[in-house]
C-alpha cells in the first residue's frame, strides 16, 4: 500500500512523536531504525505511508509494540495509571535517515 491509499488528515494523526530513549537511540544507531509513539488504532501499512508522507524516506518494514500503562505509586486508597500506548520501530532502505531537528531528510 501507497500513501495515496490512505486520507492526508489520517497520516497526520498516526504519528504522535519521536520516542527519544536509550534504547531507541542504540536501535537507531544498529539497524538504521527510528522509534516514533503512534495512534493505539494505527496499523502498521498507515505508519509507514505516514513516515514516507511526511520524512520523504523510503521504509523497509514497521514493527509495533504495546507498552501498558503501569499502576502509580498510591499514597492512601486511590491508585493511579498510566495511559496505555503504542510504539512503532520504523526501519529505513540503507542510505536513508530522519533528521528530526530540521524535520526534513538528508
Known sequence: MNAKSFSP?????????????????????????????????????EIK???ELMFKVEVLGVQTSNSHGKETRRFGRPVGRR?????????????Q???LAAGDTK
Open 9 to 45: 488528515e489520517r497520516l497526520m494523526q498516526v504519528l504522535l512523536a519521536p520516542q527519544v530513549s536509550e534504547k531507541s537511540t542504540y536501535v537507531g544507531e544498529k539497524n538504521n531504525q527510528w522509534v516514533f509513539r503512534v495512534a493505539a488504532n494505527a496499523t502498521k501499512p
Open 83 to 95: 495511559r496505555s500506548w503504542k510504539k512503532a520501530f520504523v526501519s529505513l532502505k540503507p542510505g
Open 97 to 99: 535517515e530522519i533528521n
Open 49 to 51: 505511508a505516514a513516515v
